[in-house]
Antibody, heavy 122, light 111 residues
Framework: QVQLVQSGAEVKKPGSSVKVSCKAS????????INWVRQAPGLGLEWMGG????????NYAQKFQDRVTITADTSTNTVYMELSSLRSDDTALYYC???????????????WGQGTLVTVSS | QSVLTQPPSASGTPGQRVTISCSGS????????VNWYQQLPGTAPKVLIY???VRPSGVPDRFSGSKSGTAASLAISGLQSEDEAHYYC????????????FGGGTKLTVL
């Protein structure tokens, strides 16, 4: 059964960047999409983008298009999400989640990583 | 403002049946399957229903999903205390280059 393990909590200054990792183990990696979804404190879920590691090209939500970069390293079964020009309203739990079926972004998301808390504060 | 519309809260007593609605548009629910996620307090979401009405292995058959046109619903029968959680609907939206959209979430309280 695939498991996703994310990197630890981060505290960042406004204007800086953060890079969060998501390492997959126990299953097929490169043919399944990895999505990034964030959740601000007390709020709902917001999709940021996703990548199918085999193909390498990421798809981003329009809202984050200019600030987010999602990359995959198939040699280590790890996907990275880098968010730049951080603002206080980027403070959130950031989750990675695997696509339910191979070779497509648009089926469902399962399983999810444990979440990484990113706090943006001066 | 979420793209999909859900009621912010729902409640029921143990044993009751509760439904949670989710409304979208032609570019998302109207043309793509709906998934439902359960988020227990302090944990990551997990898929509860995918492809409108399919329960993953391990999800009790008390949970069921349906879709009609641009709306979907999640039904929970035989409500149990451990069902108290947030529930989110989601669908792929075909606008622009495509993206996942979510409802704002429904907090289910078991009275």
């Amino acid at each position: 059964q695939v498991q996703l393990v994310q990197s630890g909590a981060e505290v960042k200054k406004p204007g800086s960047s953060v890079k969060v990792s998501c390492k997959a183990s126990g299953g097929v990696f490169s043919s399944y999409a990895i999505n990034w979804v964030r959740q601000a404190p007390g709020l709902g879920l917001e999709w940021m983008g996703g990548v199918i590691p085999f193909f390498g090209t990421a798809n981003y939500a329009q809202k984050f298009q200019d600030r987010v970069t999602i990359t995959a390293d198939t040699s280590t079964n790890t996907v990275y999400m880098e968010l730049s020009s951080l603002r206080s309203d980027d403070t959130a739990l950031y989750y990675c989640g695997r696509g339910g079926l191979p070779a497509a972004l648009n089926n469902w998301i399962d399983p999810w990583g444990q979440g990484t808390l990113v706090t943006v504060s001066s | 403002q979420s793209v999909l519309t859900q009621p912010p809260s729902a409640s029921g007593t143990p044993g009751q049946r509760v439904t949670i609605s989710c409304s979208g548009s032609s570019s998302n629910i109207g043309s793509n399957p709906v998934n439902w996620y359960q988020q227990l307090p302090g944990t990551a979401p997990k898929v509860l229903i995918y492809a409108n009405d399919v329960r993953p292995s391990g999800v009790p058959d008390r949970f069921s999903g349906s879709k009609s046109g641009t709306a979907a619903s999640l039904a929970i029968s035989g409500l149990q205390s451990e069902d108290e959680a947030h529930y989110y609907c989601s669908a792929w939206d075909d606008s622009l280059t495509g993206s996942w959209v979510f409802g704002g979430g429904t907090k289910l309280t078991v009275l």
